[in-house]
């Protein structure tokens, strides 16, 4: 049995300074995903969603340990979030308006039989009700401006703010694609001051630069 990998230690695209921000070139790299609307903390859809990611990530990682002799931890939950209106994340947050995609990382080396044989054997005794909606997609998002927030998730408008607005056009870079975080702390165990969340914004260069 090979040693079990933690993603969070050994992947250079989860570091990010607290009370800074840095510039990261993300690899291009796969995950479990499942989309929907609403605001987390009080919609079904949401609770349904990782209620269906979860058994699937682990059923995965069990046959990757059983089958292919690789064994990992299941990486940390992570989200795209996007709203018609980009205040209102950013600045409102107004979260029944916002749109999410909740995802867990699935090392490169897991195929796409390997993923429908975990979403069979998850659904084998008690299904979850979004099942069929988790599937397995490879995420490119290049050059990125991240930053290490610990604080509760509605502590994050200046810090946005800050990135978007201030950090990223004097860096010469515009927004390109969607707002993602990396939840390094378990919301239902940490209290909410001490949630370490990695805040990423894909960028590309300016046109006039």
Known sequence: MTDKIDFKKTLDSYRAPRGGFRIVDV????????????DPNTSPAYTEALESLYPVAYK?????RRELDRDYVVPPLEGLWWAEDMDAFTVARDKSRWDWTMMLMAPDWIEEDLFRSAVEQAGAK????????????TLSEGRSVQTLHIGSFDDEGPVLEQ?????????GYTLNGKHHEIYFSDFRKVAPEKLRTVLRQPVVASPQR
């Not at 990135?163 to 860096?171: V, W």
């Open 163 to 171: 990135m978007h607005e201030r950090f990223i056009p004097e860096s």
């Open 60 to 64: 995965l990682k069990f046959a990757s």
């Open 27 to 38: 690899p291009d790299m796969q995950y479990l995903m499942i989309d929907g609307h609403g």
């Open 126 to 137: 008690t299904r979850p009700r979004r099942l069929d909606d988790v599937r397995l997609e």
